[in-house]
């Protein structure tokens, strides 16, 4: 087509070339903002939604990587679970260290809290130092606490020489204190993330609240109980939360210190998943499980988040 200004000519565009630039048009009414919230539900999808919805696939199948052909099974890995007494056993052994390790390190965490809720570079200094061992690998801490756990170890040694024990403690060996063990030492490297959010509820609270307590002739014992633990009750509902969520994937722990062992009494859900996936290599079946967990965590958040919330005070 003939220009009559310029006397060049011109195509029209084609097809094609009107749908790129429709779809240029279409990106270019979208900023900053929106190109990374589409990028965050594009990787959201592929690291989270879609390993989700493969696993729930896999659960359905009696996939086994040693082997080529896979078939569709249903829910018979579902079924196999009410006959699996390992399941079930795993899940009570993680269900209880849930419970000791959330109450655990939520209570010395709050204690911390209060002791280093102060002003002061000797403080500074202390807070660092008691959240070191979150900062630090679980694989870490449980080969430093392997060291110190074993027959010959540290805390045998210091026993037997002190004469506050005539034979050495199996405290991994023994079901009942390696269970405890395996507990003492999650809660030890926990305590300084409970901590950390604990000093932010507490740093939170304005100190008019204290004043006119104390103005009423309130102690610190009243104090305590009407003013600070009400007002850190959202920084209660994050640390049991997360801390459950923790426990029920615990695996780093309990592989390096334990195996699961002795006996399967420490064998948590999550280490029995691992092992069945990938040393069983029963990949389905494993997937199942998988799934149960996740549905577990879901459901326990659920209520945990549900039943504290109802408690929390705003100010």
């Known amino acids: 087509m003939a220009d009559k200004l310029s006397g060049h000519t011109w195509n029209s565009p084609g097809p094609q070339e009107t749908t790129g630039v429709m779809s240029l048009a279409w990106l270019q009414k979208f900023g ?49 679970m009410l006959e699996d007494t390992r399941f079930g056993t795993s899940l009570v052994v993680t269900i209880k260290m849930g419970i000791f390790i ?22 500074s200094s202390l807070r660092t130092i008691f959240f070191i061992p979150q900062v630090l690998s679980a694989v870490i801490v449980s080969f430093i606490w392997s060291i110190i756990l074993t027959d010959r170890g540290i805390l045998n040694t210091v026993l037997v020489n002190m004469g506050l024990r005539e034979t050495r403690i199996a405290w991994l060996g023994d079901p009942h ?30 100190k008019d609240y204290y004043d006119a307590a104390k ?5 610190r014992r009243q ?17 049991v939360t997360l801390l459950l969520i923790m ?8 592989a390096v210190l334990t195996n699961g062992g002795p006996g399967g ?4 859900l999550s280490y ?28 326990a958040s659920g209520i945990v988040v549900t039943s504290l919330r109802r408690r929390e005070v705003e100010f």
């Open 272 to 299: 029995y998943i691992i092992r069945l996936g990938f040393t069983a290599n029963q990949t389905g079946y494993a997937s199942a499980l998988a799934v149960i967990l996740f549905l577990t965590i879901a459901a």
């Open 102 to 123: 959330a109450l655990g390190a939520n209570i010395g965490g709050l204690v911390v809290a209060l002791l280093l809720n102060h002003r002061g570079a000797f403080y």
């Open 215 to 219: 103005i009423d002739g309130a102690n």
């Open 32 to 80: 900053y903002v929106e190109y990374m919230v589409i990028l965050g539900i594009v990787l959201y999808s592929v690291v989270f939604i879609f390993p989700l919805l493969l696993s729930f696939y896999y659960s359905l199948t009696d996939l086994n990587p040693l082997y080529s052909a896979t078939h569709f099974i249903g829910l018979d890995n579902y079924r196999d």
């Open 247 to 254: 426990v029920f994937k615990l695996y780093d722990q309990v």
């Open 265 to 268: 009494a420490t064998e948590t």
């Open 177 to 206: 204190l390696a269970v405890g063990s395996l507990i003492t030492v999650v809660t030890w490297q926990l305590i300084g993330f409970c901590t950390v959010i604990y000093l932010a509820a507490l740093q939170g609270i304005p």
């Open 223 to 239: 104090q305590f109980q009407h003013i600070t633990f009400p007002l850190i009750s959202p920084g209660i509902t994050i640390n």
